[in-house]
């Protein structure tokens, strides 16, 4: 109804191009406008100035022989004051952007290794996008961003670099289970070795009061006792101990049968051997 009454409605973020006769006239902006066909104007077409999204995929080879795929994303826009270039110097705008890509990355993905590829993508977002504003700046569009979104090398390549990256971690897996294996070793031997320190002090220190609890009995008893002498004493401490002894033996339900001499001169002899290393022992210390 609109054009037969020689008016047109152009929506927000788009514009109108007119003509007159075939030439062109004017843009129009959003909103509604009188166009008197009569006098032989028309709407030629309509451009959206919205930011629009081109995904490019694109198949090289790397420095080091290795064919990938490189997924670009080109994000652009036609502008307002150029609308005229944009709508009339292009006749495919999206196939246009994407010679420009393939260029830009055949030329740039070839002068590096498949890591570097990686590692430098950035540099070769920068670079297409850079090569497109130069060239689309021509014809009334902007480059608004470049993105490199995807970087596919052949599966078997994949598959090998994957099994590469699983061998270092597994060597790094076991340098650090032997190196904790190894810390645990040395910490239960120094707990070992302390553990035996700590014991021989015990064991010192309890002869030590072994030995002056004997020392303090014998000068009691001789004080307490005329007549006796500390030989007299230390025979007797021995003999007590040593029945002492036998009757622990004897009571324990879990200990093993044990044969040792017994009777009077067994007795005497056991005292002798008792009382002449427990004097070896103090000469030592």
Avoid at 75 to 93: E, H, I, M, P
């Amino acid at each position: 109804m609109g054009q037969v009454l020689g008016c047109i409605q152009v929506e927000q973020s788009t514009v109108a191009i007119t003509e007159t006769f075939g030439k062109f006239d004017e843009v129009l902006e959003p909103g509604c406008h009188c166009l008197p066909w009569c006098f032989g104007k028309q709407a030629a077409g309509f451009l959206s100035l919205r930011v629009q999204q081109l995904d490019v995929r694109c198949e090289t080879k790397t420095k080091d022989n290795v064919f990938v795929n490189v997924v670009a994303s080109i994000q652009y826009r036609a502008l307002a004051d150029k609308a005229q270039d944009a709508f009339y110097k292009l006749s495919n705008t999206r196939a246009q952007i994407q010679s420009y890509v393939f260029d830009v990355i055949r030329a740039s993905v070839p002068k590096l290794d498949l890591d570097s590829v990686f590692e430098q993508k950035n540099d070769i977002a920068k670079a297409v996008e850079e090569e497109l504003e130069k060239a689309m700046s021509h014809y009334g569009f902007e480059i608004v961003q470049t993105l490199i979104v995807d970087i596919e090398p052949d599966e078997h390549v994949k598959r090998a670099m994957n099994e590469i990256n699983a061998a270092a971690r597994l060597r790094v897996a076991a340098n650090e289970k032997a190196e904790a294996e190894k810390i645990l070793q040395i910490k239960r031997a120094e707990g070992d070795a302390e553990s035996k320190y700590l014991a021989g002090l015990g064991v010192a220190r309890q002869r030590q009061a072994i030995v002056d609890g004997l020392r303090d009995s014998v000068l009691a008893f001789s004080v307490n006792v005329p007549g006796t002498t500390s030989k007299d004493v230390m025979d007797m401490v021995l003999v007590t101990q040593y029945f002492d002894t036998m009757k622990e033996i004897g009571a324990s339900s879990k200990s093993n049968s044990v044969f040792i001499p017994h009777g009077p001169g067994a007795v005497r002899d056991i005292a002798s051997q008792i009382r002449d290393g427990l004097l070896q022992g103090r000469t030592i210390e």
